[in-house]
């Protein structure tokens, strides 16, 4: 960043064409960007954009250093910048695979952080510990719903107290579905997510009929392969057991038969390394590639360096920025698979009559965002600067330690999802409009770009990554603020969507593909 602190516009690179309103600015408020005056023409909101220097029609405008659209109008300095007169247009970006490649530097075993976490069978840690009721099709999605409501309440936390609680995962589909590659998907989404380190056991039902057939989540994931210390888990359908209330009683029977084994799980001391890391942004504004989501980044390149894990998603909230990870690829088939994942994209929004550069909210855009590369551009810095291991399909298993990417729309109960039944046991959720999201069974921190936003809604938010931008802390600052948090909340510490309850709501799968 090349503005100080005192400034009420920020640029953030020399030769961007931009700089970012920290606070509302009226019209004809006079200005100083590096020595030059300029005055604002109409009133700036705060994260919004004004020119600094003068932009032709239809030439690129930067911020960041990067195109993050076009002008369609001349644009003079001291303009207010945004959709009116700036919009997307393909351009050809340098992906260059791997030419900025450089192996990450782990700190010495000796001086690398652990957690308390609860240890898994296969190697793996937990950061929460739940019993988990499944559902594969919507048809058993109330079933599941009624089964965990009888185990709530002061008498399950007396008679269970090291079992954070019994959840249900209720699929919004599983049936009439494709059975290519959307089947795949949820299968492949309800398989990982049954052997997730957060989940000490679990139930799964079904209806009956349904297409998306447990035998086939059993068969595709070798769920009836149990590793040394696996809860055996059980499997029923509504027809099978003869109707709502019997499958009820089964299932809550199954499930008090494996709550004293779960219960009797303890936290102990894990290696950083068994941390897997969900990062993902909603509710964005013109602050977030500011303030939070380099923050972020910074807690990811030291999470990293613990030999822990970070995995970034939104494939459509990178686009435009995706040139960026290609670069840092660690080899040219993670690249290459990042790319097939872009183009894949692309011909979804062409045979779809649609374009990427929706993707900006109504709220996104009253925030100051104006096209998906401005927003890409700042996502992506939640990622940090280490190198890209692996990128995985959505959904898939995450093995690759290091810093990763998974392919997940934007929408962000279909993001979180994927990513934690990659096998992510903590996220960090950055948010400059005020998003609620909780996501269980992994803990969820939400970070506020703003510090009006945090003092608005402060029971939701657990930092304020506004301090960047009031001058009172710097980007590492937070970033090691989040570090610390995030190893705290894994060993235990609750979150503020915790606090409220929020989290029994949100499993959602993506199902990409036709329904029939």
């Not at 195109?67 to 919009?87: K, R, T, Y």
């Not at 090291?162 to 590659?181: E, L, R, S, Y």
């Not at 360096?305 to 970034?312: A, D």
């Amino acid at each position: 960043m090349v503005s100080t602190n005192e400034s009420p516009i920020l640029q953030l690179r020399e030769g961007d064409h931009v700089a970012v309103a920290k606070r509302t600015i009226k019209a004809g408020t006079r200005l100083e960007c590096h020595g030059r005056a300029l005055t604002a023409a109409v009133t700036i909101p705060a994260g919004h954009k004004i020119a600094i220097s003068n932009v032709e029609a239809d030439a690129p405008v930067l911020k960041y250093g990067q195109v993050i659209g076009f002008a369609q109008i001349p644009i003079a300095c001291g303009d207010h910048v945004h959709s009116h007169n700036l919009v997307m247009r393909n351009y050809e970006r340098q992906h260059a695979f791997c030419a900025d490649y450089r192996p990450a530097v782990l700190h010495p075993e000796a001086a690398r952080r652990t957690f308390q976490g609860y240890a898994r069978p296969g190697g793996r840690a937990g950061t929460r510990n739940y019993v988990a009721i499944i559902s594969n099709v919507n048809c058993s999605a109330s079933v599941a719903r009624y089964v965990t409501e009888r185990f709530r309440g002061p008498d399950f936390h007396r008679d269970f107290p090291n079992v954070d609680g019994v959840i249900a995962f209720k699929t919004q589909g599983g049936c009439g579905v494709d059975p290519g590659g959307p089947m795949r998907i949820i299968r492949r989404t309800l398989g990982n997510m049954a052997r997730h380190p957060n989940i000490a056991a679990y139930v799964m039902i079904g209806l009956g009929c349904e297409d998306n057939q447990i035998r086939g989540i059993r068969e595709d994931h070798a769920l009836d392969t149990l590793k040394p210390g696996e809860i055996a888990p059980a499997y029923m359908t509504i027809q099978g057991t003869g109707g709502t209330r019997k499958t009820i009683d089964a299932a809550a029977a199954a499930v008090l038969k494996v709550l004293p084994q779960a219960n009797d799980a303890r936290r102990s001391e894990q290696a950083l390394a068994k941390l897997l890391l969900a990062e993902n942004c909603g509710g964005s504004d013109g602050n977030s590639g500011i303030t939070a989501n380099p923050a972020l980044g910074v807690a990811s390149d030291e999470l990293v360096r613990h030999g822990g894990t970070s995995v970034l998603a939104e494939t459509t909230e990178i686009y435009g920025a995706e040139h960026l990870l290609t670069r840092r690829a660690a080899r040219p088939e993670v690249a290459e698979k990042l790319m097939r994942q872009i183009h894949w994209w692309e011909d979804y929004a062409r045979r779809h009559d649609s374009s990427i550069d929706n993707n900006p909210s109504v709220g996104n855009k009253e925030g100051g965002l104006t096209t998906i590369y401005e927003k890409s551009l700042g996502a992506v810095s939640k990622g940090g600067q280490s190198p890209l291991m692996a990128v995985y399909d959505y959904a898939e298993a995450i093995t690759e330690q290091g810093f990763c990417f998974m392919d997940t729309p934007g929408y962000d109960p279909v993001s979180m999802t994927g990513l934690v039944a990659g096998g992510c046991n903590v996220g960090v959720f950055t948010t400059g409009r005020g998003s609620v999201y909780g996501c269980k069974p992994s803990p969820c921190l939400k970070i506020a770009t703003n510090t009006t936003l945090f003092q608005w809604m402060e029971e939701d938010m657990d930092i304020n990554a506004g301090t960047i931008l009031d001058g009172t802390e710097t980007v590492e600052q937070v970033g090691r603020k989040i570090f610390e948090k995030i190893i705290a909340v894994a060993s235990g510490e609750k979150t503020k969507s915790e606090l409220l309850g929020i989290g029994d709501e949100e499993f959602q799968p993506w199902f990409p593909g036709p329904q029939y």
